[in-house]
């Protein structure tokens, strides 16, 4: 280790995006700690950095979807619609970055290539792709949920002579698609948002869809005086609000169940949730996602609505031919995206009935050989969710990697620590409530909970925290199980399990019991003590208890 005193720190955060920004100011400011942020791209905004393509822009409705540490930033910042687009969020965080002078402490260009454990030293060496090295003794990750592009392994793609962009990892400047023949490939939330925006300017838009989707109508608005005011004047109520709610969402999830109501009183509730839009439609009844026929009530609804929507009845047939329960895949809200099928110039492939075969220089043939041409690929296919950020970091000790620890799937305990690497802390791991949630609330939480803690080791003498091997293997059955009482593991495709990617071991990731009981399991962990976690003090001492926690029944599905 070449070690001075320049490069070692208390503390090393991994990412400059929600996470990262707010975890630094917590270390720095509040603990006094010497801190540090390693960022792969040149600025600030984490996967608002990379997400820019046609359309991005957040499902979180804007009172919602900022930071609510700090009243002041609060009441100084102001959104201009009711969704806020990825400028706006960069804007925002750019604010946030500059108002608590966070900048200094960034290392901007430096992408990650290894985070390794020194059992001697008791510091982590974190290395950069150029060659840097620089040690700490507490190691957070900030590095996203949705953060590893998925480029499918389609074959030919490099043999195509056109341009060819995934959303996630979009250029710095606009496309102009005027005259360009744009084929899509993806029908998730990115592709859904993506394809209206395209078509407003390309030559011919085609669509490649292999799983169909529902979406409910976004209703995006711009923000008028007065609701502005409100939300800056209304920081306590909303700052609880989001605090309580079991999505981390500025509304409340209503307590009734889809068949105790009439069938007249069904459709009216549902239709007013059509109409108010975006993610509350989710929030209508309780039971949507635990009852198949609550579930199925809603899918006929939005099936009827789609089919209302487009004109051509077999487009209509291939776009609601959906398979899963609405919901299990993560919803997606739009703007005019079935519509968009209605315009002449943007067709609809189903690859269901006729998968890609392979992309040629000109274009993507399909098996049964029809081949369409095209000038521009777009991947809206995702990424390798949740542990791919992760395991990209190629974290390890002298006994062993995360790789290996996670073959079989994510282990942790409580999403944000894992066996066998000490004083490592994950911001929104698979394991907790993370993309079930609105993520500012749920990385605010994490960030307090990572830094009270780390709080108490310093006060407390302890150099190293490590979660018990008996907590993970509690906390991720309590997962599974929480899942597995949802239609949330029902699902072929979806990235909640892991199975948008090939060899993928199939495991529902994120943690599906509600943020607000999450919150409270987390105090409750922390108030005693820290049950589950070894803490060692410089003599070595064990002073952890044993973990009795005991997985709760109560689960609440977040959006
Ligand atoms: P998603 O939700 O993972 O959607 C990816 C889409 O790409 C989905 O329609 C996939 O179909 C499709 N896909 C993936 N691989 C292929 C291949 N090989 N061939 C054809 N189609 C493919 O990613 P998004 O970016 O839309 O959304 C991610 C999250 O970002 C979103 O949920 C929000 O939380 C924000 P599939 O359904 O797998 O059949």
Same mark, same amino acid.
């Given at each position: ?5 320049? =490069? ?20 720095? /400011? ?28 957040? /499902? ?44 200094? /402490? @960034? ?46 392994? +389609? ?34 939330? *990115? ?24 979406? +409910? ?5 711009? !923000? ?62 309780? /039971? ?13 609804? +939005? ?36 519509? *968009? ?5 943007? *067709? ?15 274009? @993507?043939?399909?098996? &049964?050989?029809? $081949? ?21 970091? =190629? ?31 994950? @911001?929104?791991?698979?394991? &907790? ?30 150099? &190293? ?9 509690? !906390?991720?059955? $309590? ?6 009482? *949802? ?5 072929? $495709? ?66």
């Amino acid at each position: 280790m070449n070690k001075n005193l320049n =490069n070692v720190y208390d503390a090393l955060v991994i990412g400059a995006g929600f996470s990262g920004l707010y975890q630094l100011h917590r270390l720095r /400011d509040d603990l006094g700690l010497k801190v540090a942020v390693i960022e792969k791209g040149a600025d600030v905004g984490g996967t608002w950095y990379w997400n820019r393509y046609p359309g991005a822009r957040c /499902d979180s409705e804007s009172q919602g979807y900022a930071y609510f540490f700090s009243r002041k930033l609060h009441e100084n910042w102001q959104w201009s619609e009711r969704y806020p687009g990825h400028n706006e969020i960069r804007k925002y965080l750019n604010y946030v970055t500059d108002s608590l002078n966070l900048r200094k /402490d @960034i290392f901007f260009n430096k992408t990650v290539s290894k985070c390794s454990f020194s059992e001697d030293a008791k510091l982590w060496e974190i290395q950069t792709e150029n060659g840097d090295a620089r040690y700490c003794k507490w190691l957070i990750t900030a590095v996203g949920c949705l953060s590893a592009a998925n480029v499918p392994n +389609i074959q030919g793609l490099s043999r195509f002579e056109g341009q060819w962009y995934h959303t996630g990892k979009w250029p710095h400047y606009d496309i102009d698609f005027k005259g360009l023949r744009v084929g899509q490939i993806g029908t998730g939330s *990115t592709g859904i948002q993506a394809a209206p925006e395209i078509a407003k300017t390309c030559e011919h838009l085609t669509v490649f869809q292999r799983t169909p989707n529902y979406s +409910i109508p976004a209703r995006n608005s711009e !923000w008028d005086a007065l609701y502005t005011d409100w939300v800056r004047s209304h920081y306590e109520e909303l700052k609880a609000l989001v605090r309580s709610t079991p999505n981390g969402h500025p509304f409340r999830i209503s307590n009734n169940l889809t068949m105790e109501v009439s069938e007249a009183e069904r459709q009216k509730m549902f239709e007013a949730a059509w109409s108010d839009g975006g993610l509350r439609f989710r929030g209508v009844f309780l /039971d949507l996602l635990t009852s198949q026929t609550a579930n199925s009530a809603a899918a006929d609804f +939005i099936k009827s609505k789609i089919r209302q929507k487009v004109t051509d009845p077999a487009t209509a047939d291939i776009l609601t031919n959906i398979d899963h329960p609405y919901a299990a895949k993560r919803p997606p809200i739009d703007t005019h995206y079935f519509e *968009t099928f209605n315009k002449d110039h943007v *067709t609809l492939v189903d690859l269901q009935a006729d998968p890609i075969a392979e992309i040629v220089q000109n274009g @993507i043939t399909l098996e &049964s050989g029809t $081949h369409h041409e095209l000038d521009v690929i777009v991947f809206a296919t995702g990424y390798d969710a949740m542990t791919g950020p992760l395991l990209n970091l =190629n974290i390890e000790t002298a006994k062993a990697s995360l790789k290996s620890y996670w073959g079989g799937g994510p282990r942790n305990y409580l999403g944000l620590a894992i066996p066998g690497f000490p004083n490592l802390f994950t @911001i929104t791991g698979p394991g &907790s409530p993370s993309v079930l949630s609105n993520m500012p609330v749920s990385i605010e939480q994490h960030v307090d909970w990572i830094t009270e803690c780390i709080a108490h080791c310093l006060e407390t003498g302890c150099t &190293s925290i490590e979660a018990q091997e008996q907590s993970a293997e509690i !906390w991720t059955d $309590h997962v599974r199980e929480t899942a597995d009482a *949802t239609l949330l593991p029902k699902v072929k $495709h979806s990235w909640y399990l892991g199975a948008n990617i090939p060899g993928k071991p199939r495991v529902f990731m994120p943690y599906a019991g509600g943020l607000n009981i999450y919150r409270k399991i987390c105090d409750n962990i922390a108030e005693e003590g820290y049950k589950g976690f070894d803490l060692i003090s410089d003599k070595t001492h064990v002073i952890s208890k044993p973990l009795d926690f005991k997985p709760s029944e109560g689960f609440m599905f977040g959006v």
